[in-house]
Every structure is written in structure tokens, then in C-alpha cells.
Antibody, heavy 118, light 107 residues
């Protein structure tokens, strides 16, 4: 059974850093493109970043480019999102998702809440 | 970036009703479109991919159509468990943008 379990969310001050983790089970992480999608309180879904299967090419939304870094540890079957220079507008639930057939997110984690506030 | 719009933003319907949601892309995306269902406090769920392909396990009352810039999600006979927010998402090119969502609630 495919499962994704995020962790690492919490309260952080503006300008601070946080690293989110997404532990995958039931499939081999390195074989799939993986993504982070966020949802601000009461708002819609916003794609944040993706890392492609195999070659590990990375992609970022303009709003996080240069501040966030996506990576994975294939030995631990875990996806990461390193978030630096956090802003209030980064406050959201962050979901990791597996991509099927390029762009279609067929499995999602339960989400982890990141709150950026002083 | 490709902009996605949805209409209506919300719809009130009764069990058994036929519900249609429209999604429009700011440029042609062929059939690179997905539909997701999200219930409060839960992660989104993939319903439709490639504009009209039903994801495994999704009831057949859900269907998708369209290509180019205009797409439709139809629920043929609304069930109580279908009250949720529905999002379209283009998978044509990065960034993979989502529509703003359509909330389906009880009339």
C-alpha cells in the first residue's frame, strides 16, 4: 500500500528555516516524480516544487524559487523540502504528493502545517 | 504561466442532481488536465487525469471531458459523499497550476 507521511511542520519566525520530510512506503521513491503542494488557510492549492524521477531535475514556483530546496534520500525513501527565509505568506499546510504520468498527483500525504509568525 | 479559472466558484445541489463544473486554461493544454476532490481537513484526491480518464477506484458517476482550453467535470447523480471542493490542474507545463476551486454544497 502506498503511503506518504509528512513531518517537520511547526511555528517559525519570519526569516527562519524549516525542513519538511515526507516518508514514502509501498513504492520506490527514486522511480517517481515527487512534488510539494501547499494550501494556505481557507485558500486553494498551490504547487510549490517537484523533483523528477531518475534524473532528479528540480522545479520551483516563482514564489519560493531561491528560498526552498527540494531533495530526496533514496536510501531512506524520503523526500525533503528545505525552506529558508520564511515569510508570513508561506503559512500553509504542505502536502507531498507522488506524480503519475507527469503532473498527475495520484497519492498525497496527510499534510503538515507550517506557521510563520512572530 | 498558464492560468486556470473555474466556474462556478460554488454550487448548491441536492442528492441525485447532475452537477457540471467548468475549467478554462489561459492557453491550450491539449488534454493535460486533472480534477481533484478535497474534503475539509483532508488531502486532495485524484478523480480524473488526461481530461477524461477515470482514476482507479473512482465511481463512474464522475466524468471529465474537453481539450485545448475548455474542460468539464460532471457528476451524473450527486451523492452525499460528493459534497466537497473540486480543483482542476493543468499538467502541460511548469508551474503545474491549479484552478481556484469549486465548492459543491448541500442545497
Amino acid at each position: 500500500e502506498v503511503q506518504l507521511l509528512e513531518s517537520g511542520g511547526g511555528l517559525v519566525q519570519p526569516g527562519g528555516s524549516l525542513r519538511l520530510s515526507c516518508a514514502a512506503s509501498g513504492f520506490t521513491l527514486r522511480s517517481y516524480t515527487m512534488s510539494w503542494v501547499r494550501q494556505a488557510p481557507g485558500k486553494g492549492l498551490e504547487w510549490v516544487s517537484s523533483i523528477s524521477g531518475g534524473v532528479d531535475s528540480t522545479y520551483y514556483a516563482g514564489s519560493v524559487n531561491g528560498r526552498f530546496t527540494i531533495s530526496r534520500d533514496n536510501s531512506k525513501n524520503t523526500l525533503f523540502l528545505q525552506m529558508n527565509s520564511l515569510r508570513a505568506e508561506d503559512t500553509a499546510v504542505y502536502y507531498c504528493a507522488r506524480e503519475y504520468n507527469s503532473g498527475y498527483k495520484d497519492y498525497w500525504g496527510q499534510g503538515t502545517l507550517v506557521t510563520v509568525s512572530s | 504561466d498558464i492560468q486556470m479559472t473555474q466556474s462556478p466558484s460554488s454550487v448548491s445541489a441536492s442528492v441525485g442532481d447532475r452537477v457540471t463544473i467548468t475549467c478554462r486554461a489561459s492557453q491550450g493544454i491539449s488534454t493535460w488536465l486533472a480534477w481533484y476532490q478535497q474534503k475539509p481537513g483532508k488531502a486532495p484526491k485524484l478523480l480524473i487525469y488526461a481530461a477524461s480518464s477515470l482514476q482507479s477506484g473512482v465511481p463512474s458517476r464522475f466524468s471529465g471531458s474537453g481539450s485545448g482550453t475548455d474542460f468539464t467535470l460532471t457528476i451524473s447523480s450527486l451523492q452525499s459523499e460528493d459534497f466537497a471542493t473540486y480543483y482542476c490542474q493543468q499538467a502541460h507545463s511548469f508551474p503545474f497550476t491549479f484552478g481556484p476551486g469549486t465548492k459543491v454544497d448541500i442545497k
